[in-house]
């Protein structure tokens, strides 16, 4: 079957389900210019990842910041939302996709007009003090110090995306298990399914019967695993043929 044969076979299955939920993973957002953390391009070949180990940086939050201001408040300010983040937001705006669990940090699928988005690691979009637990929003101002320091305490601020060594946010692990249990089908975007605890959410799913449609360039941990249908190609490619598919139904 090619692979035209298989999106329609894929926007079949998305038509007739009474619940779809994606997962997205940092393939996705590679055509919007930002490059994975791991992998040929990744950012861990040139950036000691030690720079988000939570026990490091909060003894060395001068030695980290830097760099993470670099990397992810510099060099990714400027990515836009490309067609696989356009055509999700207007699948969940005709009500087909219900949810978007993914694993960036960038934000780009609320900047494409997707409204429900659990992000699984957090966001780089807010900073969150390590002693009073503060939030503050990102802005050039608050980055002008680094290390940024709390308005209210005047303690280190940290990204308020996971580190190594923490935890996943307790309502956005709850409710991404709570759509691997209530979806017919679970989209995967680009996801590799290598990193712990987020790969077990599709997982789930898979466990509860849903039926899991892969988009990727190449094979993943998922694919000869619990994946029902593998759409080989670029993110934003599928997912304009795909949209397409269902658009027309």
């Known amino acids: 079957m090619n692979i035209k044969d298989e999106i329609h076979r894929a926007a079949e299955i998305i038509a007739s389900a009474k619940h779809v939920t994606a997962f997205t993973g940092a393939g996705i957002s590679v055509e919007s210019g930002i490059p994975p953390f791991r992998g040929k391009q990744g950012i861990w070949n040139t950036v000691d990842p030690q720079i988000l180990d939570i026990t490091f940086f909060q003894q060395h939050p001068e030695v980290s910041w830097p760099l993470i201001k670099e990397i992810f408040f510099n060099r990714f300010r400027d990515a836009e939302p490309n067609t696989a983040h356009i055509a999700l937001a207007a699948l969940e705006q005709q009500g087909i996709i219900k949810a978007i669990i993914t694993q960036n940090i960038d934000g780009l699928h609320q900047r494409a007009g997707s409204k429900h988005v659990l992000e699984f690691h957090g966001n780089s979009h807010q900073l969150v003090c390590l002693q009073c637990r503060e939030t503050v929003c990102v802005t ?19 990204p308020d995306f996971v580190f190594f060594g923490e935890s996943i946010p307790e309502l956005a692990a709850s409710r991404s298990y709570k759509e691997a249990k209530d979806a017919n089908v679970f989209l995967l975007v680009g996801t590799t399914g290598l990193i712990q605890p987020a790969s077990l959410v599709p997982m789930d799913a898979k466990s509860y019967g849903a039926t899991i449609i892969e988009i990727n360039t190449e094979h993943s941990s998922y694919t000869r695993s619990i994946t029902d249908i593998f759409l080989q190609g670029r993110s934003t490619e599928i997912m304009k043929e795909l949209h397409h598919e269902l658009s027309m139904k």
Do not use: M, T
């Open 140 to 158: 050039d101002k608050i980055l002008s110090n680094v290390p940024p320091r709390c308005p209210r305490c005047n303690a280190v601020l940290k």
